[in-house]
C-alpha cells in the first residue's frame, strides 16, 4: 500500500504561470510534510516543509498548502521559472517513527521559456 | 553546509558480486539512511541506522545489509549482486530531530549485468 502518492507523473507551464504540484497521503499517523528537489545526476535537496499544525508555509515563491481532512497537500510555485524544472518529491514523516521518511513518486515539472 | 558523500558515482558490478557502496557525513549526524531510487517508483528505504553499530530494516532489506562502524560512515552491502539491484543509490543524513530534513548525496549508480 503507497502510503503517500503523487499522481500527476508530470506537468508543464509557461514561465511566470503558477505551478502546483499535488500530493495525497493516506496514514493519519504523519504529521510533518516536505518537499524535496531533484535535478538530474544530483541528490534531492530539501525545499519546504509543514507542519500538521499548520495549514500553509511560505519561503518566498514557495508555499505549500496542508489540509488534513483530505489528506493532500500542494506545493505552488508562483511565479515559475525555467530553473524550477526538475522532479519534485513529496514525503511524509511521522514523530513516533523518527526521521523515517516515506516518498512519493515523483512529479516532473518543465517550464517552459 | 551538511556534505554527504557517496564514494562512487557510476558503479558496473558482474551478478553473483559482492557490491560495497559508501557513505560519509561531515555534520555529526545522528541518523543516516539509504533509498534507491527508481522511475515511478519513487525513493524507497532500504535500511537506516540512529546509532553507530545500529541498523534497523527499511522498506525493500532484501538482498542488501549494511554496516555503520563509525558515527560518520554507513556503508550498504550487496551480498550477492543481482540484475534487479540496477538502481540508482542515494544515502542521507539527518541530526537526532524527527522533523529534520533529509541531506542527500549526489548518488551512486549501480549497473548490475
Known amino acids: 500500500d503507497q502510503q503517500v502518492k503523487q499522481n500527476s507523473p508530470s506537468l508543464s507551464v509557461q514561465e511566470g504561470r503558477i505551478s502546483i504540484l499535488n500530493c495525497d497521503y493516506t496514514?493519519?499517523?504523519?504529521?510533518?510534510f516536505l518537499w524535496y528537489k531533484k535535478y538530474p545526476a544530483e541528490g534531492p535537496t530539501f525545499l519546504i516543509s509543514?507542519?500538521?499544525?499548520?495549514d500553509k508555509n511560505e519561503d518566498g515563491r514557495f508555499t505549500v498548502f496542508l489540509n488534513k481532512s483530505a489528506k493532500h497537500l500542494s506545493l505552488h510555485i508562483v511565479p515559475s521559472q525555467p530553473g524550477d524544472s526538475a522532479v519534485y518529491f513529496c514525503?511524509?514523516?511521522?514523530?513516533?517513527?523518527?526521521?523515517?521518511?516515506?516518498f512519493g513518486d515523483g512529479t516532473t515539472l518543465t517550464v517552459k521559456p | 553546509d551538511v556534505k554527504v558523500t557517496q564514494s562512487s558515482r557510476y558503479l558496473v558490478k558482474r551478478t553473483g558480486e559482492k557490491v560495497f557502496l559508501e557513505c560519509v557525513q561531515d555534520?555529526?549526524?545522528?541518523?543516516m539512511f539509504w533509498y534507491r531510487q527508481d522511475p515511478g517508483l519513487g525513493l524507497r528505504l532500504i535500511y537506516f541506522?540512529?546509532?553507530?553499530?545500529?541498523?534497523e530494516k527499511g522498506d525493500i532489506p532484501e538482498g542488501y545489509s549494511v554496516s555503520r562502524e563509525k558515527k560518520e560512515r554507513f556503508s550498504l552491502i550487496l551480498e550477492s549482486a543481482s540484475t534487479n539491484q540496477t538502481s540508482m543509490y542515494l544515502c542521507?543524513?539527518?541530526?537526532?530531530?524527527?522533523?529534520?530534513?533529509?541531506?542527500f548525496g549526489n548518488g551512486t549508480r549501480l549497473t548490475v549485468t
Open positions: 542521507a543524513s539527518t541530526p537526532g530531530l524527527w522533523n529534520s530534513p533529509l541531506h
Open positions: 496514514n493519519s499517523m504523519f504529521d510533518y
Open positions: 509543514i507542519s500538521s499544525i499548520k
Open positions: 514525503a511524509a514523516s511521522s514523530n513516533t517513527n523518527a526521521g523515517k521518511s516515506t
Open positions: 555534520m555529526d549526524h545522528e541518523n
Open positions: 541506522s540512529y546509532d553507530v553499530k545500529m541498523k
